[in-house]
């Protein structure tokens, strides 16, 4: 049974600093993983999808990677921001028919 | 584009009691998947449809009920609520691409008390 961990459950920068927030995944068989931004009142934004061949994938200022055979992926924010504040979860799909399995998430707070 | 909408955005409910959330998917989606979460945890799936049909099931019990009508919109019914029911309701829209679904866009949530 897949089961997805998002280490810490909290984090608290300053503005400014480069950040990585952690998701791992007991089993690497994944079609795909994505990351997501979820904001009170507001549902859940996709930031980044790494499909299973793929290494990393890039946004602005985030950058995601995978890397299926330790079952881990990392986001990395740059030069984080206030607005950045929110609570950020990572899924994983077993394969293009399958339902989202979800990490906890963490909630990370910028401070300014 | 609205994207996807759903209503409520809060209700609060009694034990015993049964709730309808609804959710309308975003333009060109045809199917509606719901989830359920829980304060500080990840979304659970509860059921997927499509064209009408419940097309997939998580772990959640009968009470847990939905439709999906012909315009694509869907409604998720609980009845017989428990306090363990308290939680935000997601609704996410995407459409059938091959075999599997295409990325799914999410609804800002219900969330539900139950009392």
């Known amino acids: 049974k897949q089961e997805v961990t998002q280490i810490p459950a909290a984090l608290s920068v300053p503005e400014g600093e480069n950040l990585v927030l952690n998701c791992s995944f007991t089993d690497s068989a994944i079609y795909n993983l994505q990351w997501f931004r979820q904001d009170p009142g507001k549902g859940l934004t996709s930031l980044l999808l790494i499909q299973s061949s793929q290494r990393e994938q890039t946004s602005g200022r985030l950058n995601a990677s995978l890397d299926k055979s330790s079952g881990r992926s990392t986001l990395y924010i740059a030069a984080s921001q206030p607005g950045d504040s929110a609570t950020y979860l990572c899924?994983?799909?077993?394969?293009?028919?399958?339902?989202?399995?979800w990490g906890a998430g963490t909630k990370l707070i910028i401070k300014p | 584009d609205a994207g996807v909408t759903q209503s409520p955005t809060h209700l609060i409910k009694t034990r015993g009691q049964q709730v309808t959330l609804r959710c309308s998917p975003k333009s060109g989606h045809d199917t509606v998947s719901w989830y359920q979460q829980a304060l500080g945890q990840g979304p659970q799936f509860i059921f997927q449809?499509?064209?009408?049909?419940?097309?997939q099931r998580g772990n959640f019990p009968d009470r847990f009920s939905g439709h999906q009508f012909p315009n694509y919109s869907s409604e998720l019914n609980v009845n017989a609520l428990l306090l363990g029911d308290s939680a935000l309701y997601l609704c996410?829209?995407?459409?059938?691409?091959?075999?599997?679904?295409?990325?799914?866009?999410f609804g800002p949530g219900t969330r539900l008390t139950v009392t």
């Open positions: 899924a994983v799909k077993k394969d293009s028919n399958y339902q989202l399995i």
């Open positions: 449809y499509y064209e009408e049909e419940e097309r």
């Open positions: 996410a829209s995407s459409f059938l691409l091959g075999q599997g679904i295409s990325e799914q866009y």
